[in-house]
């Protein structure tokens, strides 16, 4: 009965689950979430639709358009890796579950 | 053998052990196992012809979906094979750096196992509180990379992200928290009756037949063989740490309990030989686009075993062929021992012992695309094909 001393210990400290919808943990630092673009500072270079293992980004450069589909994304963070003027960055954002397909279209 | 008591039970695809599908075909006579069959192949996903589709700096990330639990040791012995055709060597921080990463992840992994373990003789205690030790290393890992499953750490050249001295400081802390805890487990696994009176004299794999079926892992080391990698051939820097291999002589379930168990208290000692050798340095280092044209073999000491890579440059970007072995498709049929006398009760610790995992494994299948049949491979196919 070795494990007698954890329950007995288990009676009388908190659970360690959090109840997740009404308390959030927060996300650590460099966490790879919901990308966060900034379309100021972009310079429509094409070098993090190059750098995407699943092809997720688009851009064409003359006509000023970048577009990135979160549904095939794979959170690698590759394209903030390259990213020439940080404007594309990944942030803390994890819940982005939709019923809708243009939620997952960033542009 | 009674022919009226003697029966077939298919077990599986969906099966009581694990998640994950295989196909286990168990001739019993009455309650006793005389004979198992195993099934393999219903998670085949073709990734092997995928890799060959994509650029040497895109697979990596493909090979990490390869299991959800070890994915980086897979990208770390990718990358090892991956520089190996381009001659470079890594900085040596990096090197420390996924060294940390691997051994936290056997961390993780077996001590998910231990759960599972707990789950599978009906000790549920076990199973929830070695889970809530885990998160400790789920959340540091999450630190580290930036997510807590499929880390992306490891690149061809080096490592993405950096520990920082806090980071170091933290890992410490958790380390000796959990040492703590891993010896309260082993103490639970030898000495607790309840777990014992299932797991002692179950599921015995003689040294003769670990060595028969080609076991790797800790179930070879539970049944006496010394086989560890870091050890036998070393990568990376482990021969630059101090660590013991840990074999045990039982050759029972509980004996790969305690070989995982006491494996990890080395593991954390590792970790903390890593943050103390650790120098300033470079994380990095700039490789080009295409890899000369040759062909090499790397391999590594997964959680389960040795995992193998073979890689085969045509002097493109893209990988010419790359063929992947994982530790399961050699440990699974060391069940066929393991198995043959058991109860039919004792099938899913004895079998979750091991510690499978099929997405890894599931690599050959033949498919006839007149007739649609699949079939898998085994050994009178492959000795039709000797010539």
Redesign the interface.
Request: net charge positive; aromatic share 6%.
């Given at each position: 009965m070795k494990m007698l001393s954890d329950i007995i210990k288990n009676l009388v400290t908190k659970p360690s689950t959090e109840k997740y919808p009404y308390t959030k943990k927060k996300t650590p630092k460099g966490f790879r979430g919901k990308h966060e673009y900034d379309r100021e500072k972009c310079i429509y270079c094409g070098l993090c639709a190059k750098a995407c293992p699943v092809h997720t980004i688009g851009v064409i450069r003359d006509k000023k358009f970048w577009q990135l589909d979160l549904s095939k994304c794979i959170f690698c963070a590759r394209c903030q890796d390259v990213c020439p003027t940080k404007c594309l960055q990944l942030g803390n954002e994890f819940e982005i579950a939709s019923d809708k397909k243009e939620d997952f279209i960033i542009k | 053998m009674n022919e009226d008591t003697c029966y077939t039970l298919p077990l599986g695809p969906q099966h009581p052990a694990l998640i994950e599908p295989e196909y286990l075909k168990i001739h019993l006579d009455g309650e006793t196992i005389v004979n198992v069959d195993i099934n393999l192949g219903y998670m085949h996903r073709g990734i092997e012809k995928a890799l060959q589709q994509?650029t040497y700096?895109?697979d990596q990330?493909?090979i990490e979906?390869i299991c959800g639990i070890c994915s980086s040791i897979h990208t770390l012995t990718y990358c090892n094979a991956i520089e190996k055709l381009l001659e470079v060597d890594i900085p040596e921080r990096a090197k420390y750096i996924r060294m940390i990463v691997a051994e936290l992840e056997r961390l993780h992994s077996h001590m998910l196992w231990v759960g599972i373990a707990g789950y599978e003789i009906g000790?549920d205690?076990?199973f929830h509180?070695s889970w809530?030790d885990r998160?400790l290393v789920m959340?540091l890992l999450?630190?580290i990379?930036?997510?807590r499953v499929?880390y992306?750490m490891n690149t061809i050249g080096g490592v993405?992200?950096d520990i920082s001295k806090d980071m170091a400081e933290n890992i410490r802390t958790i380390m000796d928290k959990i040492d703590i805890r891993l010896n309260?487990y082993i103490?639970?696994f030898v000495?607790?009756?309840?777990i014992t009176k299932r797991t002692k004299n179950t599921g015995i794999l003689t040294q003769k037949d670990a060595i028969k079926y080609s076991a790797v892992g800790p179930v070879a080391r539970a049944s006496g063989i010394s086989c560890d990698l870091r050890k036998k051939a070393p990568y990376l820097l482990y021969d630059n740490v101090d660590f013991k291999e840990i074999t045990h002589n039982t050759n029972d379930v509980e004996s790969r309990a305690v070989v995982r168990l006491k494996e990890l208290l080395e593991s954390t000692k590792i970790i903390r030989q890593c943050l103390h050798l650790m120098q300033k340095g470079e994380l990095t280092i700039k490789i080009p686009d295409t890899v000369p044209e040759g062909e090499t073999i790397s391999h590594g000491e997964a959680p389960r075993g040795e995992i193998f890579y073979y890689a085969r440059s045509d002097g493109t970007d893209k990988p010419y062929r790359i063929k992947i072995r994982t530790p399961t498709l050699s440990n699974i049929h060391s069940l066929q021992a393991m198995l043959k006398g058991q109860q039919l009760a004792d099938l899913p610790i004895i079998v979750a012992s091991i510690d499978p995992c099929f997405s890894c494994t599931d690599r050959i299948t033949l498919l006839n695309t007149r007739t649609g049949m699949s079939k898998s491979v085994d050994a009178t196919y492959l000795k039709t094909l000797k010539r």
């Open positions: - | 994509r700096q895109q990330f493909l979906k000790f205690t076990v509180m809530r998160e959340e999450e630190n990379s930036g997510k499929g992306s993405r992200r309260h103490n639970v000495k607790d009756s309840t």
